[in-house]
């Protein structure tokens, strides 16, 4: 028996569209298998402070078209410390919380698993971050949203940069992973997406210009990662001046636009499903995996592996987009 009552879901880390649609799935599911539940506000910085509501159905109604987090969310600091999670594990025992379900990116699995392990406490992990950046699942809560919202963004600055004739880098988000730019620069049909998975391997734009990019046509676009090892749109932007002054250079940093918005269908069905998998895992007695998703099918990940940082990027989309943009 898996002898939990009552379940705690909280958000933590970077929002992410689609994880209102885990709290609700997540909620409904416990509910409807009999358990109780809690929400815990503000991530682990409520859990450390005792934010802790007991949520109905009611209180996830509406929500799962909504962008962000109802639960909102933090990156605490006082739970990265040991008394911090002590703090937090005591409000667990006081509000009678013997699981927890955690949605967030690879900071939080990595708080989470750490907490776990220390007090002996069930926690199952979902990945929720527009980073797509966690091993072990093909795609992440909120991913397909922020690479949509990419997609619109840039389909406009195309407009600009073909009537100006100009070089535009756009750097998009990802931390230190290039899935968003790398699928951002196949879906819109971009010249190049500067990654930082290769980037200390080749020299991307000085291939790129030395290749003549863009001597046939009028205009350029270029999605880079923003990464110190890409050196950003920025970066790269100072260079192309320094040593290529021919070109007309332009940058667009989309920043947190790529963080709002409503979920996608593709990431409302994958947070739907994966928080009724939460659940599902904590009744199978399963405890410190995260659930992720590989060829359609709900798998479980241990979270020393899903935090692990080295998620493989398909390198051969770099032809493709070399290839493609002749
Ligand atoms: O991890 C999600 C993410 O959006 C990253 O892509 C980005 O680098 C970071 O969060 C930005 O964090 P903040 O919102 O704290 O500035």
Redesign the pocket.
């Known amino acids: 028996m898996h002898g939990i009552n009552c379940i705690g879901v909280l958000t933590s ?2 929002d992410a569209p689609g994880m209102n649609a885990a709290i609700r799935a997540v909620t409904r599911t416990a509910l409807y298998n009999g358990f109780e539940v809690r929400a815990i506000y503000h991530g682990f910085k409520g859990l450390v402070e005792g934010e802790i509501v007991p949520f109905r159905s009611e209180n996830v109604s509406n929500i799962i078209q909504l962008g962000g987090t109802i639960l909102k969310t933090a990156r605490s600091q006082a739970f990265m410390t040991y008394e911090g999670r002590c703090r937090a594990y005591d409000n667990m025992q006081k509000e009678g919380i013997d699981a927890l379900v955690v949605i967030g ?1 690879d900071g939080s699995l990595a708080g989470a698993r750490e907490f776990a392990a220390e007090f002996d406490l069930p926690i199952v992990g979902l990945p929720g ?3 797509n950046d966690l091993s072990g699942t093909d795609t992440t809560i909120g991913y397909d949203t922020a690479l949509n919202t990419i997609v619109q963004a840039v389909d406009k600055i195309r407009d600009t940069a073909m009537s100006h004739e100009r070089l535009f880098f756009i750097e998009v ?3 230190n992973a290039g899935f968003l730019a790398l699928n951002g620069a196949i879906a819109t049909g971009a010249e190049a997406a500067i990654i930082p998975e290769i980037a200390t391997e080749v020299d991307q734009l000085g291939e790129l210009i030395r290749s003549g990019f863009n001597h046939h046509k009028n205009s350029s676009i270029v999605l880079v990662a ?1 990464s110190e090892v890409t050196g950003g749109a920025m970066g790269l932007a100072d260079r192309v001046r320094k040593e290529y002054p021919e070109y007309d250079v332009r940058v667009t940093i989309l920043g ?1 636009v790529q ?1 709002g918005g409503s979920p996608t269908a593709a990431d409302r069905i994958l947070a739907t499903r994966m928080g009724e998998a939460a659940i599902t895992a904590l009744t199978e007695g399963q405890r410190n995996v995260m659930v992720g998703i590989q060829n359609d099918q709900l798998v479980y990940v241990p979270f020393s592996k899903a935090i692990r940082d080295d998620k493989p990027i398909n390198r051969n989309l770099l032809q493709t987009i070399k290839m493609l943009s002749i």
Do not use: A, F, L
């Open positions: 880390g970077g990116g971050t527009i980073d988000m990802g931390r923003e947190h963080r």
